[in-house]
């Protein structure tokens, strides 16, 4: 739980300055290029060399859900034809939901993730989610 605005979290999730503090935790550096973050654009995470990943933004209500559908690799800052690794995962989607509660704001993180990449993101996102929670609470 976080005892915190669903604004503030949400802030901490999606705004620039929030969304590199906490996917440091995966790759330093990481960022975020999305246009408008309405259903149906497309949203680059990217490394310092604009290496990454590029999604398609299933679902969208501001300050209460998102769905994001990975589709493919991302290189120099384009968008790549799928290949053989990333057929194994395009399709998959990452999804945060927030929902009210008498003790605070729950946090919900449901991510399609491969096998070979479990153990990592067992390890580090929880890392992520304290960042989240660290900046929600603290926001003015």
Do not use: C
């Amino acid at each position: 739980m976080i005892p915190a605005t669903n604004a503030a979290i949400w802030k901490a999730l999606w705004s620039d300055q929030g969304y590199r503090a906490w996917a440091e935790i995966f790759f330093e550096g990481s960022y975020i290029i999305a246009d408008n973050f309405k259903k149906g654009s497309t949203v680059h995470f990217l490394s310092p060399d604009k290496s990454g990943i590029y999604s398609i933004i299933e679902q969208h209500e501001p300050n209460k859900s998102i769905v994001f559908k990975h589709i493919g690799n991302v290189k120099n800052g384009e968008a790549q034809a799928l290949d053989e690794d990333s057929k194994n995962w395009t399709g998959s989607e990452e999804k945060y939901s927030l929902s009210n509660t008498e003790k605070g704001v729950k946090l919900q993180v449901d991510i399609d993730v491969l096998t070979e990449h479990l153990d990592f993101m067992q390890k580090t996102f929880p890392e992520a989610l304290d960042v989240i929670k660290k900046m929600a609470i603290e926001a003015p």
